[in-house]
């Protein structure tokens, strides 16, 4: 237990790391996404001190023009950081709300893992395999440090309860469907380029476990792939209303076309690449998890373990997804394209990886333990190098000021589709302060310009005194905004893309709310109606297994 104990306590060092200094967000070694965290948890967190209890339009974004960032992104991870902001007092700024929410979730991670395996291969195994996970370059240093995807580090913090859902149901179909569901809501309410790959990967690991019984492949197969259907369904609130509000925004930008899908080993990945740094990282993170399972394979000499077999087959998927050789895949499952990177599946890599290991630890002499113990505890001292080298220290205040004057805590979705675009996306490159510039020249009418709003809860109010006829409004013209006190709906300017209304002569200031989007209902049918499936299946489940106990 003494081994377990040491690989586990090492390993946590790197999560404690990013909760206290966090990453950069700016200059050379700024992460890809991690302007943008901060700045939807600025304005998520602005929404909830206004007013709304599920936050959709984001005020602050865009320059203060606005975004309705989460009608398309899902909510959960962002929840979760202003829960803990609030929890650790209203100074804590958004930057180390993302950092601290960030580390929360490898910590969650780590001990799904351990969950996942201790009934599989004991305690101190399922210690050390967590361990040997949590310092695996992917997940520990190149999605927080380099690509600062907060979101999707929620979302593969559960994967291991999905995996442990698929194990504790396994004679059982009805009980998979139950249990699964709610993991993959869960994961679903968190990212969704991670509930593709869940939902991909648990049907693969359950047909893969039914092998060589058409009864066992159905109930492995058929049950993962109804309970990953009914969890998005679970989640159709978020989900649908999103599917039905795509047309809305830029969403073609969310997406990386056939062409240009960057797997990886590809000779221009690995040689030709703009970032050899990144690109080295990428394909090392890939390497140590195929040596780990290495190690687990030899460890049990062969013996025949049919965990085993289904772990490694679903790892020798997961490594073959992330490869050129899974192109038709990609080409012809269009559901693949909502994962965007092949490279978002290198996380389920690890975590398969660390199974395989867990598995073989028992077979192993205290020496051979011993030394991968020394590994693991060798990986972490390197992580946390190498976090501490990527480390923020400013203060807080410094480090949230920093993120949200950065270009990139603003992306090109959540700007309004159509000629206008092309223009915004020269501003918004340009950073926030260039987007609420061009708000002020354009804003207006033909006797003044440069026209301000202040926020209210629900909306904002402009003063307009001295305009008559249309006038142009500093916020970008989404649809659910409607005038106070009028039937008459705004319409979008063809030639800003902002928001215009008309306005009568003597008014003084224009007052806006936003309405719920008509989207949102066929959502929360949805869910609705997949809960009250999921209740009625728990309760036949339970009837189901009450049966079969009872003598």
Not at 182 to 190: C, M, N, V
Not at 327 to 333: I, P
């Amino acid at each position: 237990m003494k081994l377990g104990i040491l690989a586990i306590v090492a390993a946590l060092a790197g999560p404690l790391v990013l909760a206290l200094f966090g990453f950069r967000t700016d200059g050379q070694t700024a992460t890809f996404d991690g302007p943008f965290a901060v700045g939807s948890l600025h304005g998520f967190r602005a929404a909830l001190a206004d007013g709304s209890l599920i936050p959709s339009w984001i005020a602050t974004a865009n320059g203060d023009l606005g975004a309705p960032i989460f009608w398309i992104y899902p909510r959960g991870a962002y929840f979760i950081a202003s829960a803990l902001a609030a929890l650790f007092g209203p100074g804590l700024d958004d930057a180390s709300a993302i950092w601290l929410a960030a580390a929360l979730f490898r910590m969650v991670g780590i001990l799904g893992c351990v969950l996942w395996l201790r009934p599989i291969a004991g305690l101190e195994a399922a210690l050390i395999a967590a361990a040997a996970y949590a310092v695996m370059p992917n997940g520990a240093f190149e999605t927080p440090y380099v690509m600062g995807g907060f979101a999707q580090m929620a979302g593969i913090a559960l994967f291991p309860f999905a995996l442990i859902a698929m194990d504790r149901s396994a004679d059982n179909l009805l009980r998979r469907v139950v249990w699964l569901a709610p993991a993959i809501a869960a994961i679903a309410l968190l990212n969704l380029p991670m509930v593709v790959v869940a939902g991909v990967m648990v049907g693969i690991y359950g047909a893969i476990e039914g092998a060589g019984s058409w009864r066992r492949f159905i109930r492995g197969g058929l049950g993962a792939a109804c309970g990953v259907v009914l969890g998005l369904a679970l989640a159709g609130a978020s989900l649908v209303t999103a599917l039905l509000l795509q047309q809305e925004v830029a969403i073609e930008r969310t997406f990386v076309t056939f062409e240009k899908i960057p797997f990886l080993f590809t000779w221009q990945r690995m040689f030709q690449s703009n970032w050899p740094a990144h690109a080295a990282l990428e394909h090392f993170g890939v390497i140590i998890p195929v040596a780990v399972a290495a190690v687990g394979l030899c460890a049990t000499r062969g013996k025949k373990l049919i965990r085993q077999r289904t772990m490694l087959l679903t790892f020798v998927v997961s490594v073959f997804l992330i490869t050129p050789f899974s192109q038709l895949a990609w080409k012809y499952l269009p559901i693949l394209a909502r994962v965007q990177f092949p490279g978002r599946f290198v996380d389920v890599t690890a975590l398969f990886s660390a199974g395989i290991l867990a598995l073989g630890l028992p077979a192993l002499k205290l020496k051979w333990q011993r030394t991968i113990v020394g590994g693991i505890v060798a990986g972490a001292v390197i992580l946390v190098s190498l976090q501490i080298s990527r480390s923020d220290f400013r203060s807080g205040a410094e480090r949230t000021a920093a993120a949200l004057a950065d270009p990139w805590s603003n992306v090109g979705t959540f700007v309004p589709p159509g000629p206008p675009r092309d223009f915004w996306d020269q501003a918004r490159l340009a950073g926030p302060s260039a987007m609420a510039k061009e708000a002020k020249r354009l804003t207006g009418c033909d006797t003044r310009r440069g026209l301000s709003l202040d926020h209210i809860s629900g909306g904002f109010s402009v003063d307009v005194t001295g305009c008559t006829g249309q006038v142009i409004l500093p916020v970008f013209a989404f649809p659910g905004w409607v005038v106070e006190g009028t039937s008459v709906l705004p319409d979008k300017d063809p030639a800003t893309g902002l928001l215009r209304t008309d306005v009568q002569l003597g008014t003084t200031k224009v007052v806006l709310h936003r309405e719920a989007p008509p989207a949102l209902m066929p959502g929360l049918l949805c869910s609705l109606v997949a809960f009250l499936i999921w209740v009625g299946l728990t309760y036949w489940a339970s009837r189901s297994t009450a049966r079969t106990a009872s003598p």
